[in-house]
């Protein structure tokens, strides 16, 4: 059992290694605010005297009442968990045990089971004055898992219940220093804000916060009306430049085409024919018109001559 006590120790030092660099941090160097709960005197490895004599019954139990006494003394910890072992009050050395098997004196140690798989939760709506004195309500979405099982027993009395509080205060502290546009048009820099912020404070804890979302933000109804008849009224201004806008071009086309028809008779004639085929095509019916003069002008020239 010594053998595969060893054995989970490396598999949790490696393992708290690989998030310190994840972290950006040095894997032997703990962190701030990072306490081990142990003493100096479990550091030398003594117990007291009183402790070895609870030891020692503890074994002679276990011996006595074979095999019985193995289902109390082995213990098992899923691949996402770690067992955090504390004998006679003191944080057990070589860490967080875990995945599989790991053994325990009865009556003498208690353990914690740590879930390290990334949580999710919301962050109530919260009422927030913005820094143009405008209140919102703003909720958000906050996903963080434990990387260190140790840390997070024995720095904090409950880690997933402090950070929840602590997304929610740092939702408003960060939103208080924004103006209403800011808040509306970037929530991703916000979020980061919110990511950064949790991250550093939590470290202690052994949480490590892996994304933060902005969810909805809710508007008092009279600035909502407000906002809807500025909005409008910014779509009806719109509209009225491109109506006029288009005015314009069409009066330009108009001229340019009365120009064209002005220098050449010809094109009023095809003007005149187009028209006389756009009536007819639109009503079955019969339409008495005039011929104009310019048709008539050659045989009336003509017929003079004579």
């Not at 404070?201 to 933060?212: C, L, Y």
Request: hydrophobic share 40%.
């Amino acid at each position: 059992m010594a053998t595969q006590g060893h054995h989970f120790q490396a598999l949790e030092m490696s393992e708290d290694n690989g998030d310190a660099r994840k972290r950006g941090q040095d894997p032997n160097d703990p962190g701030p605010g990072y306490t081990t709960g142990r003493s100096s005197s479990d550091d030398s490895g003594s117990l007291g005297c009183c402790g070895y004599v609870l030891w020692f019954l503890s074994l002679l139990i276990i011996i006595v009442t074979l095999p019985f006494s193995l289902c109390l003394c082995i213990k098992v910890v899923q691949e996402y968990e770690r067992a955090v072992i504390f004998r006679l009050g003191r944080l057990l050395s070589g860490g967080a045990k875990g995945p599989g098997l790991f053994f325990i004196v009865p009556c003498i140690d208690s353990y914690t089971k740590v879930d390290l798989r990334t949580v999710s939760f919301d962050v109530p709506p919260q009422e927030v004055l913005t820094k143009d004195s405008v209140t919102v309500a703003v909720d958000a979405v906050v996903y963080y898992r434990v990387h260190n099982a140790t840390t997070s027993i024995t720095n904090v009395e409950d880690a997933n219940r402090s950070t929840r509080l602590l997304a929610a205060t740092t939702l408003r502290k960060v939103l208080g220093t924004k103006d209403l546009s800011e808040i509306l048009a970037d929530r991703e820099a916000i979020s980061h804000q919110m990511q950064t912020s949790l991250d550093e404070a939590t470290g202690p804890w052994g949480v490590k916060v892996e994304r933060v979302e902005v969810k909805d933000v809710r508007l008092p109804v009279q600035l909502q009306r407000a906002m809807a008849a500025e909005a409008e009224a910014a779509r009806e201004a719109r509209a009225k430049v491109i109506a006029a806008e288009g005015e314009q071009k069409a009066s330009r086309a108009l001229k340019e085409a009365a120009d064209v028809i002005a220098q050449s008779p010809v094109a009023i004639q095809l003007r005149y024919l187009q028209t006389l085929n756009t009536i007819s095509a639109e009503k079955n019916s019969t339409i008495i018109f005039p011929l104009p003069i310019d048709f008539m002008q050659s045989f009336i020239n003509r017929n003079n001559s004579k």
